[in-house]
């Protein structure tokens, strides 16, 4: 191998070192209204690409195209890459392939259950003009609950109550 | 090609910009707590739409405009909206009326898009679709509530239907800018959806114990730019803003 081939690789090997560390640092950063979940845990983060001198492009998809959160995700990713030394920081949205709950992580199901919001019931892809899935009360872990509302304090939550515990409670919706 | 493209985007963004700001004018006055928050929720689907749409619309036109000055700096005459989004929410069973005929027809409508050869358009069908099933579950299930309610209820339910009927059909248009793209594989022929959109309809009102009204003769002009009276009243207040301050922004 020539010694040019060697500092090529030796760079790449760099760079690939960066990207990593840059797609950890973002993918640390919360939801601003589910703090309990990180844009990795949504699958809000795309991808990372490092280039040469530390500039950082990131891609994010919006869970619902009007969720007003991506404003605030944009800024804190920015901050947090420039803050982890990256030198500038450009961020896309990408549209495709379109965001689903399916995406969220066993894990992060069991924190948003943790934190008090009902983890979205089935798949996204299965679905009726009318009817619910069974979603069990994230405080007591009933069955017996009915939707209040399809929507709720953020695009992508709905209301609901416990029938068994009296709680009302916010459910993910499966989306 | 490209006009029509640009035509076809602007129309879909006018139809999710207008409806949005028809019902953010419930923010406040929703019959409830739940409503007026799940108002707002659809409104700001529309918002998200329109977004996407209009930055779309002015990359295909090319000439430095962005989604701003699409929305907030455009008079009466152009835009190109149908007249159903833009019909005044009237008492609530008119606002559920609009949100029946029209989330009906879009849902089907983002189903097909998604299969456009143009990939931008299909990425934003692909989101959109998702976010129109729980808009036209939303309606039917308050047509529902409505019509299936107290005989004061249902006669306010069906007035509402009867009234904005005559504004379906706008839906159905298919001028030379729309075929155009549909033999390119790139819109939706919205004849193709008439059936559904009927079987759709029949199904809620059924159980609404409301009645389909015969088809009859129908509005037009909102494609063409061609406004109903309350239109000028909608765009002075939606556009304020960017006019006594141009260019300002967040």
Redesign the interface.
């Known amino acids: 191998m020539s010694a040019a081939g060697d500092t090529d690789t030796v760079q790449a090997l760099a760079l690939e070192e960066q990207r990593l560390r840059a797609l950890e640092v973002a993918g640390q950063v919360p939801d601003p209204e589910v703090p309990v979940l990180t844009i990795a845990d949504l699958g809000v983060l795309r991808d990372v690409r490092v280039r040469e001198g530390g500039v950082v492009e990131v891609d994010i998809t919006p869970t619902y195209t009007g969720c007003p959160a991506m404003a605030v995700f944009t800024m804190d990713i920015e901050t947090a890459l420039l803050a982890a030394g990256f030198s500038s920081v450009r961020i896309n949205t990408v549209l495709s392939p379109a965001w689903t709950t399916d995406w969220l992580s066993a894990e992060a199901r069991e924190k948003l259950r943790a934190y008090g919001i009902a983890p979205p019931a089935g798949k996204a892809s299965r679905r009726a003009l009318f009817g619910d899935d069974q979603v069990a009360c994230p405080r007591c872990g009933s069955l017996e609950t009915e939707k209040v509302s399809e929507f709720g304090s953020t695009a992508c939550k709905a209301l609901w109550r416990c029938r068994a515990c009296a709680e009302p409670f916010d459910y993910f919706k499966c989306h | 090609m490209t006009d029509a493209l640009f035509t076809y985007v602007l129309r879909l963004a006018d139809d999710a910009a207008i409806l949005s700001q028809r019902l953010g004018e419930w923010c406040g006055h929703a019959p409830t707590l ?2 007026d ?2 108002l ?3 409104a ?6 329109a ?2 749409l209009y930055s779309y619309a002015a990359e295909v036109e090319g000439k430095g405009r962005d989604e701003d000055q699409l929305c907030f700096l455009r008079v009466e005459r152009a835009f190109r909206n149908c007249l159903l989004v833009e019909q005044p929410n009237g008492d609530f069973a008119q606002t559920i009326a609009r949100q029946l005929f029209f989330s009906a027809f879009m849902l089907p409508f983002w189903e097909k898009l998604t299969g456009s050869s143009d ?2 358009l ?3 069908a ?3 679709e ?2 129109a ?2 808009h ?3 309606a ?2 308050w047509t529902i509530r409505l019509g299936d309610g107290t005989a004061e209820s249902q006669r306010r339910m069906q007035e509402a239907i009867d009234l904005l009927w005559p504004y379906t059909g706008e839906l159905f248009e298919a001028d030379d800018t729309v075929s155009q793209l549909v033999a390119a594989g790139i819109a939706v022929d919205p004849q193709g959806l008439r059936a559904g959109w009927l079987a ?1 309809l029949s ?1 809620v009102l059924e159980e609404a114990t409301l009645t389909l009204p015969a088809q009859g003769w129908m509005q037009t002009g909102g494609r063409d730019g061609r406004h109903s009276e309350s239109f000028g009243h909608l765009l002075s207040e939606m556009q304020y803003m960017q006019r006594a301050y141009p260019g300002r922004n967040w």
């Open positions: 739940e409503e928050i799940g707002a929720n659809v700001l689907d529309h918002v998200g739409q977004r996407a990939a931008t299909a990425a934003i692909a989101k959109a998702k976010e099933a729980y036209l579950r939303h039917s299930e759709t199904r």
